[in-house]
């Protein structure tokens, strides 16, 4: 259980495109999403979080008109990096929470990460 | 945000060596989570810590959250070659976004 796919594993994209990440929660109801960007031999840096039906919450300095994301249903997420530079290459990993009405919040389980390489 | 203090920073091993981490925070969590992640793979969730002073074992793995709330230990029995990635630890209070430490890399030699 807890399986989180995302999709693709890898892109390579021109400067200037826009590419789109999937992240779903395949076995589970994720009423927040969380998109990471992971540079090499660094800990996970937390871009932004979704609410299933909300407006993300973007971390201070990440550009929200940049990365885009989208938490239309309480299975998938989409992050869409437009208009992408060579800067914006990096490992991208989403993760899934599951709601809990206990006042705990569930673990958050990730998915496989997307390398993405601006040319 | 803030980090955790994670230490290690890295290990180097030999297999059937006991490998122990640990994490320290100024800030007090509810939930202590350790992570493992291999080279181009996202972070697989290891052991969830609820209560303080609970010590949970998954397989050879046993990990402890500290009485104060402020530390949590990762330990690793008879490590073998496929131990080896970078280990996580993680805090959160209630439905905050997770801290990460910034990582325990091992390496196991045969």
């Known amino acids: 259980g807890a399986v989180v796919s995302q999709h693709p594993s890898w892109v390579i994209c021109k400067s200037g495109t826009s590419v789109k990440i999937e992240c779903r929660s395949l076995?589970?109801?994720?009423?927040?999403m969380f998109w990471y960007r992971q540079f090499p031999k660094q800990s996970l840096m937390l871009m932004a979080t979704?609410?299933?039906?909300?407006?993300?919450?973007?971390e201070q300095g990440v550009e929200k008109d940049k990365f885009l994301i989208n938490h239309a249903s309480l299975t998938l997420s989409t992050l869409t990096v437009t208009s992408a530079h060579p800067e914006d290459s990096s490992f991208y990993i989403c993760?899934?929470?599951?709601?809990?009405?206990?006042?705990?919040?569930?673990?958050?389980?990730f998915g496989p990460g997307t390398r993405l390489t601006v040319t | 945000g803030q980090q955790l203090n994670q230490s290690p920073q890295s290990m180097f091993i030999q297999e059937g060596e006991d490998v122990s981490m640990n994490c320290t925070s100024s800030?007090?969590?509810?939930?202590w989570l350790w992570y493992k992640q291999e080279p181009g793979e996202g972070p697989v969730l290891l052991i969830a810590?609820?209560?303080?002073?609970e010590l949970t074992s998954n397989g050879r793995l046993t990990a402890q959250f500290g009485i104060t709330r402020k530390d949590s230990f990762l330990n690793i029995s008879a490590s073998i070659p496929s131990d080896v990635g970078i280990y996580f630890c993680a805090g959160q209070s209630g439905y905050s976004t997770l801290t990460f430490g910034k990582g325990t890399m091992l390496l196991v030699s045969p």
């Open positions: 076995d589970f109801q994720a009423t927040t």
């Open positions: 979704s609410n299933e039906g909300s407006k993300a919450t973007y």
């Open positions: 810590l609820y209560k303080a002073g």
């Open positions: 993760s899934a929470r599951e709601g809990s009405t206990s006042g705990w919040a569930y673990e958050q389980y």
């Open positions: 800030s007090i969590f509810n939930t």
